[in-house]
């Protein structure tokens, strides 16, 4: 579900008002009933989940397209509370051992507040991605991101931009280009072309604004399509994006946060979907977050977490 006082409920009960998404796999959600029940209410849609008591076993509602396993609570206040991160962390504890154990096939994971976290004690990780890795021992993952106009993945994820140049290296930009290269190929694509993006303006200006270009990302590029990626770059950040919606490439490796978020939320709001590669299961999730603003009030956009849901069913099937 995500942070329970975020528009993580709403949106669930709004994408699972679609019957085509219900019937394409089991889904089990776990949260709380108390949103669910109130999003339901708020935008006139009847509570068409089967609700099993935490504890009370999985198994126990198989005969059910979509069973909320709930950790009780009443109404979650619409801000970061450590109530909602001790939950929202909780329930990812949940699915990560769902999947370990074979109940589930993939996960979604709804959008939560660091702060939240934070503030529940759970300080040793910045989001879903760094806490994945931890709990299924994956010694690479990338930070990819999925809509219908454009597709980045990332070389460095949740870090000040100060820290950025010290922690790019060869390796960290071969491994984007590796799993991304990865991704695109389980996502149906057989010859992924791959951009990559440079670290300064003008990716350097041939030294001029930094060396990084020549001394890290080159290198990496080049080990890539020894290893027979399609890969090229770098190039500079400020054009390559329009190149790729152009269609001349499936993927662009953007080398730190900012510079590949924009124009994925620019251009797929409502459809890009956060994908995380080099795990033994497909995780997704939506591209935003909390919007504890609008929580409550019948005003959250159901079409990145529905896209997640999809997306994951899909990888799922790939996988198996």
Not at 23 to 31: E, K
Not at 68 to 80: K, Q, T, V
Not at 81 to 100: D, M, N, P, Y
Not at 143 to 149: I, N
């Amino acid at each position: 579900m995500g942070d329970p006082g975020g528009i993580g409920a709403e949106c669930l009960v709004k994408a699972f008002a679609d019957t085509d998404r219900r019937r394409s796999a089991r889904f089990v959600i776990y949260g709380s009933a108390q949103p669910m029940r109130d999003a339901a209410d708020a935008a006139g849609l009847s509570h068409d989940w089967w609700r099993v008591a935490e504890g009370s076993g999985v198994h126990t509602a198989e005969a059910h397209d979509v069973v909320l396993i709930d950790s009780g609570g009443e109404r979650f206040h619409n801000a970061p509370t450590r109530e909602g991160g001790r939950l929202s962390f909780r329930w990812v504890e949940h699915a990560i051992e769902a999947c370990k154990s074979g109940v589930a096939q993939g996960m979604v994971t709804g959008p939560i507040s660091k702060t939240a976290w934070h503030s529940a004690g759970h300080k040793r990780f910045p989001g879903h991605t760094e806490m994945l890795a931890d709990r299924f021992n994956a010694k690479r993952v990338g930070m990819l991101f999925d809509s219908p106009k454009l597709r980045v993945i990332l070389a460095t994820v949740h870090l000040p931009l100060m820290d950025v140049r010290n922690v790019l290296t060869i390796g960290t930009v071969f491994d984007a280009i590796d799993l991304g290269n990865d991704a695109c190929k389980r996502l149906g694509i057989e010859r992924p072309r791959i951009a990559v993006c440079g670290l300064n303006p003008h990716a350097g200006e041939g030294g001029l604004l930094g060396d990084e270009e020549t001394r890290l990302i080159e290198p990496a590029i080049e080990h890539a399509v020894r290893t027979g990626i399609h890969a090229e770059g770098p190039f500079p950040g400020d054009t390559i994006f329009n190149r790729a919606l152009g269609r001349e490439f499936d993927l662009v490796v953007a080398m730190y946060h900012d510079q590949g978020l924009i124009p994925v939320k620019l251009l797929g709001w409502d459809q890009a979907v956060n994908v995380t590669c080099g795990l033994p299961v497909p995780r997704t999730s939506p591209d935003h977050g909390t919007a504890y603003d609008i929580a409550g009030k019948n005003k959250a956009d159901p079409g990145s977490p529905a896209a997640a849901i999809d997306l994951c069913v899909k990888l799922a099937r790939n996988a198996g």
